[in-house]
């Protein structure tokens, strides 16, 4: 039988607000070029698969491979996030997400370049939810996949 006491609705609440901020977070870290602390939302045996830009484990080589693939384009680009679906399982939980890259055009305006999802498999590490597993797919691609969906963002 489901615990619905108050203490463990309010701890649910919790956790869901804690890991739509995690989702925040990743995009506010990566589009502002923050590769500390984009690294810092992974578990210590987190990974990220990224397909065209890659795929690292741990948080050090996470930020290590942002570095290399993103360095100097801090501001170029900004992810929405949204829809995010949660399903939580104690210390651990499961996620998909919406993600949408937009960019400044040459002519100043707006353009929407990718569309995709990202599956997470969440833990809490030290009281704080982490991704330990992140996989970007990409739905509507864009030149770096190639004009195919494929694993991305």
Do not use: C
Request: hydrophobic residues 40%; neutral net charge; proline residues 5%.
């Amino acid at each position: 039988m489901a615990d619905d006491t108050t203490e463990a609705r309010l701890r649910r609440l919790e956790d869901l607000d804690a890991i739509r901020q995690l989702f925040v977070d990743y995009g506010h870290y990566l589009d502002f070029g923050d590769f500390a602390g984009y690294a810092s939302l992974f578990a210590d045996e987190g990974e990220v698969l990224l397909g065209p830009i890659g795929r690292a484990k741990g948080p050090e080589n996470i930020r290590a491979l942002m570095e290399k693939t993103m360095a100097g384009r801090s501001g170029q680009s900004y992810h929405l996030i949204a829809n995010p679906f949660v399903t939580l399982d104690g210390d651990r939980a499961s996620s998909e997400v919406t993600w949408a890259v937009i960019v400044r055009r040459p002519d100043g305006q707006p353009g929407l370049t990718m569309l995709g999802r990202h599956l997470d498999t969440l833990v809490r590490e030290r009281g704080r939810w982490k991704f330990l597993r992140r996989e970007g797919v990409i739905d509507i691609p864009s030149r770096l996949a190639g004009g195919k969906p494929s694993a991305g963002s």
